[in-house]
């Protein structure tokens, strides 16, 4: 495995755990640690930890090491504004302009979110949740645009898992949000598209506050 690969691979592990939740805010992570569960030199970790440093996923105490960043209230509702901006844009300009795999890549992902509500998987469902809204803007064909947004989603995921644990049946009313859009996306009503995303996001916002 190339050291590029070793590095992306640390970086997608770790990352992977802080937004399932597994490494809440202010867990320690200890580089030699690190290194002996992910079977990796402290290189690709440490590059790993300074990409996520960037991201805002983790931060540096001198002397110490990195910890797992506390991501206050702020600075999730200065996402959920960004991203209201992004994807309401996105759903307006895509509406009743999409070919037949976009709806067939959104109808798979919309049953796989019925499967892992039905089986009470959280973790499973915020990750399709993410994938639904991902696979939505990238239908910009716009690469600065899905990377923007593919950003947010590490931080306004935290948010979202802890809305579903906190109510669970919010699972089941997500889920038919997301079909209502992927309807309007079928639809010829570019206004009703970004209502509904608006709303959708919207109510993660109420629910945090």
Known sequence: MSGITLRDSAFQRIKSRIVQGEWGGGTFLSEKRLSEQLQMSKTPI???????????????????????????LKHILDIYELRLALETFAAGRLTGKMDKLFFEILDENLHKQTEAINREDIIGYVELDRQFHEAIVAGMANEEYSDAVSRMQDKFLIAVRTTFYKNKDRLWSSLDEHKQIRDALAGGDPALSEQLVRNHIEFVKQVML
């Open 46 to 72: 440490r590059s790993a930890l300074d990409r996520l440093e960037m991201m805002g996923l983790v931060k540096l105490i001198p002397n110490q090491g990195f910890v797992v960043q506390e991501i206050s």
